[in-house]
């Protein structure tokens, strides 16, 4: 029988056994006061499976504890009160502002990183300072104190061979990240993407699904003229060229008409109608009624089932400002300080069966995953977009959500024009198709 895969960690649905073992340690921490306590604040926790049963961990320091029981230990404990670095950190709080501050800041971080040694399944020992510095890159603060590394190293240094992994939240969301207790969420990129890729060597991964090609539906040519190109992406296709050399919207099109300018784009993992223009004056003039919001837009989404009842007004409008996750792009979050004004109006189309919500979404403006984070975030609507694992969805197949209607000046005749590519809300497929003008 072949080895089952280990988790690739940046994109996953958690196998069976780790969703089960999530549910016993969320149930051992709500009945003990004492742990309660502890994550209340908000916290990620991770479980991996190994040859020799479940381990447990968390993300940096629980109510200022390094080391409680029942959980894997840090990598490196900085937090001893008489050790060496908060010796050191509080001799550089009291020095004055400025260069020397600096400096000896930095080089108190550099020295920290030094003593992360970590282990991969090949054998391999490495310290974080250098694995990063391979890659031409410093260590952001806080690397290798998520619960994925501290899990992988205590393993490791017991001979026992990691199975599956999977990383969630416990506690109240914090720091207007898209956090729910229980749900699972991909590990971060900014301080786990290199260091996870170096103890991860030796395991048998699975495949990173942005490396993939996607079993997509053929895009279909909506409109065409002269000036423009109306045309339906499958979920799974890029909207432009990525770093994967994978065929993009903008590819297949320019292989059909030739020279093709993008104007906007939708998220891989979204489907639906996109403009494109064929040439210069016409991208100008699209692109400035884009970023004018003068075009028009309209999805068409599912938003996943929960245990609560779905209590929001039939219609109405989400405003959070988005920004960012500095250490785990592309997620956004909402901040409130230096977050861009996003603004969504929704329409509940109806409350499935299954309690599913079937919605429709008008953004007025245009942030970057926009409508999955108002949809997900607990002051939005609460519940993730099916299929939405960015933002913690527990299904998982295909994003539901799709750009089913766009309506623009052309750029040539002034012509308001409306297009509409509707799509089953069960299945998210678009059979008929039809177009329309104002």
């Known amino acids: 029988m072949p080895e089952e895969k280990f988790t690739y960690p940046f994109r996953y649905v958690p196998s069976p056994e780790i969703s089960r073992a999530s549910e016993v340690l969320i149930s ?5 006061p004492h742990l309660h306590a502890l994550f209340e604040e908000g916290k ?17 320091l629980a109510g200022g504890r390094a080391f409680v029981e029942g959980f894997v230990p840090p990598i490196f404990d900085y937090s001893a009160p008489d050790g060496y670095f908060r010796r050191r950190e509080a001799e550089i709080s009291a ?9 000896a800041s930095a080089q108190l971080q550099d020295w920290l990183f030094s003593q992360y040694k970590v282990l991969n399944a090949n054998g391999e020992c490495k310290d974080i300072k250098s694995i990063f510095a391979d890659a031409g890159v410093v260590a952001p603060g806080g690397t290798g104190d998520c619960a994925a590394p501290k899990l992988l190293q205590y393993a490791y240094l017991r001979g026992l061979h990691p199975i599956a992994m999977g990383e969630f939240w416990y506690g109240f969301p914090k720091g207007g990240q898209v956090r729910e207790q229980g749900r699972f969420y991909p590990a971060c990129t900014g301080k786990c993407g290199l260091l996870l890729s170096f103890m991860m060597r030796g395991l048998n991964v699975e495949p990173n699904p942005l490396d993939q090609e996607f079993l997509y539906s053929e895009p279909k040519v909506l409109y065409s003229d002269d000036d423009i190109i109306v045309a339906s992406k499958p979920s799974g296709m890029l909207s432009v060229p990525g770093r994967n050399g994978h065929r993009s919207m903008l590819d297949w099109l320019s292989g059909q008409f030739g020279e093709v300018f993008s104007c906007h784009r939708l998220d891989m993992d ?3 109608i996109m403009v494109f223009a064929r040439n210069a004056d016409a991208k100008v003039d699209l692109d400035r009624q884009f970023a004018c919001g003068e075009v028009l837009k309209t999805y068409r989404a599912r938003l996943e089932a929960a245990d609560k009842p779905f209590r929001h007004k039939t219609k109405g409008t989400i405003a959070l400002p988005l920004s960012s996750d500095y250490y785990d792009r592309p997620r956004q979050v909402v901040d409130r300080e230096n977050g861009k004004l996003a603004v ?5 189309m109806s409350v499935l069966p299954d309690s599913e919500v079937d919605i429709i979404f008008r953004p007025r403006t245009g942030r970057t995953h926009q409508l999955r984070v108002h949809s997900a975030h607990p002051e939005g609507l609460g519940r993730p977009i099916k299929g939405d694992r960015l933002y913690g969805s527990r299904y998982p197949g295909r994003l539901f959500l799709h750009a ?22 069960t299945t998210m497929d678009a059979p008929n198709r039809s177009v329309h003008y104002k």
């Open 404 to 425: 089913c209607e766009i309506e623009f000046r052309h750029p040539s005749t002034w012509e308001r024009m409306h297009f509409a590519d509707y799509a089953d809300v």
């Open 95 to 103: 020095m004055e502002d400025g260069i020397a501050k600096g400096r």
């Open 270 to 272: 979204t489907s639906g």
């Open 28 to 32: 051992k921490i709500a009945s003990s």
């Open 44 to 60: 990620m926790l991770g479980v991996l499976e190994t040859d020799k049963g479940f381990l447990y961990g968390f993300s940096g």
């Open 344 to 348: 969504t109006e929704y329409e509940v």
